[in-house]
């Protein structure tokens, strides 16, 4: 079982900056392919940023620009740094591994990220 943990959230002004970092447990990690997800208040859960293995990303027009996601093995450890940050991207992040475009895992706690003046 693999668990995942993420952190980096906090109050941001808009057109401000985080990066977020997901810890995972376990030795797939290396292998795995990795996804960023948000829910915000009475949304569905979306995926804004993907990597694979090798290192491919893909980003949702949404965040495409702004967000960039990147993987350290050695640490099995995920990233999202986000930039430009809008009132929109308030939400709730969260971690996953991915297979076949879903989510694999049970969530984590995500971290708060609240984009406000």
């Known amino acids: 079982q693999v668990q995942l943990v993420e952190s980096g959230g906090g109050l941001v002004q808009p057109w401000g900056s985080l990066r977020l970092s997901c810890a995972a447990s376990?030795?797939?990690?290396?292998?795995?392919?990795m996804g960023w997800y948000r829910q915000a208040p009475g949304k569905q859960r979306e995926l804004v940023a993907v990597?694979?293995?090798?290192?491919?990303?893909n980003y949702p027009d949404s965040v495409k620009g702004r967000f960039t996601i990147s993987r350290d093995n050695a640490k099995s450890t995920v990233y999202l740094q986000m930039n430009r940050l809008k009132p929109e991207d308030t939400a709730v992040y969260y971690c996953?591994?991915?297979?076949?475009?879903?989510?694999?895992?049970?969530w984590g706690p995500g971290t708060q990220v609240t984009v406000s003046s």
């Open positions: 990597i694979g293995s090798g290192g491919v990303t």
């Open positions: 996953n591994v991915l297979s076949g475009g879903s989510s694999v895992y049970p």
């Open positions: 376990g030795s797939i990690f290396r292998f795995s392919t």
